[in-house]
């Protein structure tokens, strides 16, 4: 869409005037403000946390990264791999490679003929990172309120002034975005799809232990009967390490169950669980670290492609994330931010024509 | 093979080895895989059916009549509708058109209806149900169906051109109203010497259906008459 020049919007004092503004610096913020910026288009994108990559995330405990939310990377679609495959950083193409246990995988096509698998030694966040290079980011930015004016959109931040732009891209999960997105007619049918596609949570433990004591025989662990989805090796992954590292992922009902509860309940739980499947030297790490992913897995089965809503004013808000693209997971949030770019760069939004 | 095969059971043969570099966007091939008699409550036909390279949907034909190397032949193409075709929904006119092509078909010399299974790839189903629930609550729009992954304008007729090409036609007469269809199968080769019209009259449930179908698609339609059933 080209804006005429003469248009220009009126800047209210203390406003910060972008072209878009992207909120999420998750994947599919990433993968649309670098296809924006390829062709041209700069954007701002916002994010409430402190880093880059939404769920693709690293902590550095001892020295040591630890992926505490998407284990290993695996897709087949062209695009999303020579994304992957430009990485700089360390791929450990196939990982996980010694996989054990009966249950059922987060994500059952990560393991289907034609799905490549890939972790990478620095730690999952150099994907995001990688995306995230030569774009324009504000990062611990909480958004509060949107706020829809004559030809442009206004974002209330918690501190700090107000941004305004013509076009805004809502990425969060769905009970996130549906708490920003203004009540006006035109997004209604917006506001019933993310009703349709709640994203479920996942209690996280990430445990250390001596690098010199026993270690578990697989890379990843699908436990059968069990509260946990999937114990990961995560030290497998990095190629110094110094202590051995296990990131245990609640299943999505078990997390739902708990999630409100005492973080010290929940552990100690998870914890005996991890010990019941790897081995009692478990039982005792040398530290113990947990995360609550509120929004940890789009709701299944996802919607198909990402949305784009002109607003009577001229203003645009898209819609992207896991949610938007058939097949979901971290390539799903990857395509979904591609094709929503792609089509603001065609122009093609339509009309909200309600009934 | 016996001496007396008829020429669309001398396809299956021939395409024992068929392999080319595939038509449209997904590069789909199609073999004629099997052929049989199929007696209707339309008439006698033959059903082919396909094998294609892309997905584990089994595409049919419905041949009426002597086709292979004819010119002229009556072709309509129908996608599969689940909920109108198998199950009478009237939210659609999928089984109106299904049945009015068939019945025309069963008085004529020759016809071909394409039955494309293009419903369900995925979770097509599901979104489509969605769509419906949408409706329902009057938030049915083009961003609501985009999103769920219904997109006229983008069908990849890549798949009926082959499966016409198989069949060996010369030319084909097309039954729609929809211009996108012609232009569809002529982008991939198929020789279109005309367009029979194929319009059937709105009910109550599927007037709103139709009419968005011809504002968003640029079908030919006339709306001029009275929806049957309706006195509002």
Same mark, same amino acid.
């Given at each position: ?33 670098? +296809? &924006? =910026? #390829?062709?041209?288009?700069?954007? !701002?994108?916002?994010?409430?946390? %402190?880093? $880059? @990559? ?28 020579? +994304? &992957? =495959? #430009?990485?700089?950083?360390?791929? !450990?193409?196939?990982?996980?490679? %010694?996989? $054990? @246990?009966?249950g ?43 706020? $829809? @004016?004559?030809a442009?959109?206004?974002?209330r ?12 891209v ?58 946990l ?38 552990q ?19 530290w ?8 940890a ?45 792609r ?13 | ?121 995925g ?12 409706q ?69 449930h ?20 009275e ?6």
């Amino acid at each position: 869409m080209v804006y005429p020049r003469a248009r220009m919007l009126d800047r209210r004092p203390g406003e910060e005037l972008h072209e878009v503004v992207v909120i999420g610096a998750g994947i599919a913020g990433l993968a649309c403000a670098g +296809a &924006l =910026a #390829a062709a041209g288009r700069q954007s !701002l994108v916002v994010d409430k946390g %402190r880093g $880059v @990559g939404g769920r693709c995330a690293t902590r550095r405990i001892r020295d040591q990264p630890v992926d505490h939310g998407v284990a290993f990377y695996h897709g087949e679609h062209p695009e999303f791999l020579a +994304a &992957l =495959a #430009a990485v700089p950083a360390t791929a !450990l193409p196939g990982w996980p490679q %010694r996989i $054990v @246990g009966q249950g059922p995988p987060c994500q059952p096509e990560a393991f289907t003929r034609g799905h490549s698998r890939l972790a990478f030694v620095e730690g999952a966040t150099a994907f995001p990172k990688a995306l995230a290079r030569g774009l324009a980011l504000r990062l611990a930015t909480r958004i509060v309120a949107i706020e $829809v @004016g004559d030809a442009s959109l206004c974002l209330r931040l918690e501190a700090g002034p107000s941004l305004q732009t013509r076009e805004l891209v809502l990425t969060p999960p769905a009970a996130q975005t549906l708490a920003l997105l203004p009540r006006c007619a035109e997004l209604a049918s917006a506001r019933a799809l993310l009703d349709l596609v709640p994203a479920q949570p996942c209690l996280t433990l990430m445990l250390g232990y001596a690098g010199d004591g026993p270690r578990p025989e697989f890379d990843v662990c699908y436990p059968e009967d069990s509260p946990l989805q999937m114990i990961v090796h995560d030290s497998a992954k990095r190629s110094a390490a110094g202590q051995v590292v296990l990131v245990a992922q609640a299943t999505r009902a078990w997390s739902r169950a708990q999630l409100e509860r005492e973080a010290s309940s929940w552990q100690a739980t998870l914890l005996a669980e991890v010990a019941r499947v790897v081995g009692p030297w478990a039982h005792e790490p040398v530290w113990l670290e947990s995360h609550r992913w509120r929004y940890a897995h789009a709701g299944s089965p996802a919607l198909a492609s990402p949305m784009l809503v002109s607003l009577p004013g001229g203003a645009r808000i898209g819609l992207a994330g896991e949610a938007f693209c058939a097949g979901a997971g971290v390539q799903g949030a990857y395509l979904a931010g591609l094709a929503l770019a792609r089509r603001m760069l065609a122009g093609q939004a339509c009309g909200e024509e309600t009934r | 093979m016996t001496p007396d095969a008829s020429p669309l059971e001398a396809l299956v043969e021939r395409d024992q080895t068929h392999d080319c570099a595939g038509f449209g966007p997904a590069r789909t091939c199609v073999r004629v895989v099997a052929v049989a008699d199929l007696p209707s409550r339309f008439g006698d036909f033959k059903i082919v059916a396909f094998w294609n390279n892309r997905d584990a949907k089994e595409h049919i034909a419905m041949v009426r009549g002597e086709v292979c190397g004819a010119s002229d032949v009556p072709v309509r193409l129908h996608s599969e509708c689940l909920t109108g075709d198998a199950m009478g929904s009237l939210r659609c006119d999928c089984r109106d058109q299904l049945e009015a092509a068939l019945t025309t078909f069963g008085t004529m010399e020759r016809g071909i209806l394409l039955y494309l299974r293009q419903e369900g790839r995925g979770i097509g189903l599901i979104n489509k149900i969605r769509a419906y629930a949408l409706q329902d609550r009057g938030l049915d729009t083009v961003e609501a169906n985009l999103a769920l992954g219904f997109r006229d304008d983008e069908r990849d007729y890549g798949v009926a051109a082959h499966m016409l090409r198989s069949l060996d036609l010369r030319s084909i007469q097309l039954m729609t109203n929809n211009p996108n269809k012609l232009r569809g199968l002529e982008q991939h080769g198929v020789v279109v010497s005309g367009r029979i019209p194929h319009q059937l009259p709105a009910t109550r449930h599927n007037r709103f259906y139709l009419e968005t179908k011809a504002a968003r698609s640029g079908h030919y339609l006339d709306f001029t008459g009275e929806p049957e059933g309706t006195k509002d």
